[in-house]
């Protein structure tokens, strides 16, 4: 049974062009290809030209910079401090991997949810934490203060908090 591939060519996994079949692993190259245009803010049919005189794909400008330790120069965002950036480098790592140009290289988009989902995990911890800081030191050292943040996979985010013997929820 032959069937027509339509889609946008700048998303379209390398391999199909030579296999002439896609495979869930096409899917991980596209979803690498998305991460991409997010990240710079350029799409992918999209050429650099280089000081070299030449043109590349955003994609290889992409893969070379995390290669050269430029990617903050092709981010599309201001990277607010170093831990920021810190996040950004580990996403574009995972992202160089959803676009290996094997398939059998690439990662299951379970692991890529996986590895997505442990990165989100670190800062709802920390804005818990900094707004209870915060909370704290504008209710004053007196009052008896508690706020706790509950973070559950696929949940919503749950805050109490309780002041001078009064326990309130949100």
């Known amino acids: 049974m032959a069937t027509k591939v339509q889609g946008t060519f700048g998303y379209l996994d390398p391999e199909y062009l030579m296999i002439g079949y896609l495979t869930e692993k096409s899917d991980v190259y596209s979803f ?26 955003i994609i290889q400008h992409f893969l070379s910079s995390i290669e050269n330790n430029s990617l903050r120069q092709i981010l599309s965002f201001d990277v607010a401090d170093e831990s920021e950036m810190e996040e950004i480098e580990i996403v574009a790592e995972l992202v160089k991997k959803c676009l290996s140009r094997s398939g059998i290289n690439r990662p ?53 908090f309780e002041i001078e013997d009064h326990r309130y929820s949100m």
């Open 32 to 57: 690498g290809v998305v991460l991409v245009e997010l990240l710079t803010g350029v799409k992918p049919g999209f050429r650099i030209a280089m000081a070299s005189n030449e043109s590349v794909s």
């Open 108 to 160: 299951t988009m379970e692991q890529v949810l996986k590895e997505l989902k442990s990165l989100k995990k670190v800062p709802d911890n920390l804005w818990a934490q900094e707004n209870s800081e915060k909370t704290e030191h504008l209710l004053g050292d007196q009052s008896s203060t508690y706020v706790t943040a509950m973070i559950e996979p696929d949940a919503q985010t749950v805050v109490s």
